[in-house]
């Protein structure tokens, strides 16, 4: 069973546009979250992480997280083309220092 | 700069060769860990490693094998590759705790024929 769930899209939004990218995870022990960003033939970045319940913001970047949904998401704003890349969301459960990843969002920001 | 270095970006095996793919990292992290990333299946945990001599399967062992005699070094070794182990391979590595993210290493795209 899969414990990291996202939505494999492609999401398309507009340059300049808020892109919205969402994750669901089913271990309630999961303790942070990690958001990478991956271009294509490359390895992933890592870009967020978050281990409170709120949002976090980093530049245009906001990471949100909702432990009594168990889910998180991540927002970018004044979405560029060069945002186009697949998105993945990981979990940390702390027990054997794993991270589990979910199969990536491909993000597509259109002119 | 911290790093992970894999030794090769691109490689080419013959099936039935037995294959070597190396990571070393610079951060004096504890854990070191092998994924192999196929479209559509996302990133898949073959090993990893908590400390030096030490190692444990992850989801998809079969057919690999790991060493790691050094702190900063963990090699993954495919005993006799097969067309189906063409894929990009992915070495992180990680420090012990609350999940400070783990770092990636460029990744080594094989190709096996």
């Known amino acids: 069973q899969k414990e990291v769930e996202q939505n494999s899209g492609p999401l398309s939004v507009p340059e300049g546009a808020i892109a919205s990218l969402n994750c669901t995870y089913s271990d309630r022990g999961s303790q942070s979250f990690f958001w990478y960003r991956q271009y294509s033939g490359k390895s992933p970045e890592l870009i967020m992480f978050i281990y409170s319940n709120g949002d976090k913001e980093d530049g245009r970047f906001t990471a949100q997280l909702n432990k009594a949904s168990q889910y998180v998401s991540l927002l970018i704003r004044d979405s560029q083309p060069s945002d186009s890349a697949t998105y993945l969301c990981a979990a940390f459960t702390g027990g054997g220092n794993k991270l589990t990843f979910g199969t990536g969002t491909q993000l597509k920001v259109e002119l | 700069d911290v790093k992970v270095t894999q030794s090769s970006r691109y490689l080419v095996k013959r099936t039935g060769e037995k294959v070597f793919l190396e990571c070393v990292q610079d951060m004096d992290h504890e854990n070191m860990f092998w994924y192999r990333q196929d479209p559509g299946l996302g990133l898949r945990l073959i090993y990893f490693?908590?400390?030096?001599?030490?190692?444990e399967k992850g989801d998809i062992p079969e057919g690999y094998s790991v060493s790691r005699e050094k702190k900063e070094r963990f090699s993954l070794i495919l005993e006799s590759a097969s067309t189906n182990q063409t894929s990009m391979y992915l070495c992180?590595?990680?420090?012990?705790?609350?999940?400070?993210?783990?770092?990636f290493g460029s990744g080594t795209r094989l190709t096996v024929v």
């Open positions: 992180a590595s990680s420090v012990t705790g609350n999940g400070s993210g783990y770092t």
């Open positions: 490693s908590y400390d030096v001599k030490m190692k």
